[in-house]
């Protein structure tokens, strides 16, 4: 078997894979799981257009998950609006938002940006946290939203099972992993990369780096906006702790260093890794070491960058090459 058709059948019995995996997974924690790891991958992979494509660090991505998880459950519970339609409402929210907070914040340059989109997300979520009412939206502070179990079906994205949240989630991921690979092939990503890399120099050639960054922004807080949405349905409950935490934002930010920042697949690989973690850390500390996933982040995090600096996918791309020189009998050109 020659090379090319293993690079085009490899992929695609993993997407084989994944896609039956719900069938040999019965147990609803582990399947719960790979739902959370898919969900933030996605995040992580919308993160990746603005955090890894243009070469900054945005840590303030929560914001606009929570947007999304709050303007779709309010239109839910208050005007009977589908949560299909209320999440693309918060989507647009959410760029507008990435849009005014871009526009003033990248003009500031390494740890200044990350400062400024901290305190832009912990602003939202302290001001959520202290009101009931926001105009005819009701918000309920820090007692949150709960969306009642009481219209099960596609059009509620509402289940009684995991599954249909499964394939929601891989879809979501599976499309925004096609969307990041065209981008990072066009006019635009080679703007990001160059505006990244070489600001001054990409701005002396006649690019506008603000103008692609503020771009990049847009469609991050948008589809980071989308994943609010689907939160907020799987888990029929939110609060301004768990929807614009700050965890989260770091989170996002450690899966995509460790798996690999400004890749396709960085986001993906840090999420299979660090996302368990997360998951069995909290299980086993969460009542006596809450906040210990954090810990095993960083001393990852440590390790990775002092061994493989561009990530996780740099080594397992290299072994991904090796596997197909084996398997196919073939070398390629040095």
Known sequence: MTRNTLQRLLPLALLATVLCLPLAVRSATYLHIMILVYLYAYLTTSWNLVGGFAGVLPLGHAAFFGIGAYTSTILSLQYGISPWLGMLVGGVIAAAVGVLIGLPTFKMRGAYFALATIAFAEGFRVMVENIDKLGPFALNGPRGLQIPPLNFGLAEMMFSGKEPYYYIILIMLVAVLLLTSFISRSKLGYYLNAGGEEP?????????????????????????????????????????????????????????????????????????LLRPVSDFSRIYFGDTLPGMHLIIFGVILILVMTFQPRGLQEPLTRLYERLLDRLSGERRAA
């Open 200 to 272: 001054e120099a990409a701005m002396a050639l006649g690019i506008n780096v603000a103008r692609a960054k503020v771009i990049a922004m847009a469609m991050s807080s948008f589809l980071t906006a989308l994943a609010g949405t689907f939160y907020a349905q799987l888990n029929l409950y939110i609060h301004p702790k768990s929807a614009f935490s700050l965890d989260l934002s770091f989170e996002i930010a450690f899966i995509a260093l460790i798996g690999g920042r400004g890749s396709i697949v960085g986001p993906v690989l840090g999420a299979l």
